[in-house]
């Protein structure tokens, strides 16, 4: 999966002119975390969050007196609070690419370029939901976690004695542990059209453990 299936086309977006008050409202009214920044020729010059803003806003044990506070802020810019230097990706860029980019730099979201334009975003939430369709959550089944040797050829044992069954794999996913006896994986799979003892029946001689099973 690219990031272009996921991102946002077209993002909502706001000038180094922008005043805060204004920033905040854009993402309040549109329900967005973030607005990238581009000057007045179209061209990305930082992204602003909504921390940034509120981050830039008086705390409330300030000493100001309250009609101060929306002239000061009005004053303010979004240039003074956006991150520069921008981190981005390109549409053709891997989902997984993207997520491992925002989680090494802690950030929730990348523009997305098409050569110097910018064409999309994608944040944290487009990845949740792309990770909740991976492991079939939004489907009913039977979610089975099972421990096996990291080696070649395991899953496609799994698969296969599962779909020989008449079971039917709806999501799954996988990931690498360092066990006592050396490498394994741990797999989690929501199957359909078969029972959960079945399912249990199946497995259980082709794994080293059935870490967890349940109606889901």
Do not use: C
Request: aromatic share 2%; glycine share 10%.
């Amino acid at each position: 999966m690219l990031v272009q299936e996921r991102m946002t086309q077209n993002p909502i977006t706001v000038n180094p002119d922008t005043s805060v008050p204004d920033a905040l409202r854009l993402m309040r009214e549109h329900k967005v975390r973030r607005l990238p920044v581009v000057d007045r020729h179209g061209k990305l010059v930082g992204i602003v969050s909504d921390k940034d803003l509120l981050y830039a806003s008086p705390s409330p044990a300030t000493t100001l007196a309250v009609w101060e506070i929306p002239e000061l802020l009005g004053k303010l810019r979004v240039e003074k609070v956006m991150t520069h230097g921008v981190i981005t990706v390109t549409e053709d860029t891997a989902l997984e690419e993207a997520a491992r980019i925002m989680a090494d730099s802690k950030i929730g979201g990348l523009p997305v370029m098409r050569g110097g334009s910018l064409v999309g975003i994608i944040t944290e939430t487009d990845l949740f939901k792309s990770l909740l369709e991976l492991l079939g959550g939004r489907r009913s089944g039977i979610r089975v976690a099972v421990a096996v040797p990291s080696v070649k050829g395991e899953l496609a044992k799994l698969t296969t004695a599962i779909f020989e069954k008449g079971g039917n794999i709806v999501g799954i996913g996988l990931k690498n542990i360092l066990g006592s006896s050396g490498d394994v994986a741990e797999v989690v799979m929501k199957v359909q059209d078969i029972g959960q003892a079945e399912l249990v029946e199946t497995l259980r001689p082709l794994v080293n453990s059935i870490l967890d099973v349940r109606e889901a």
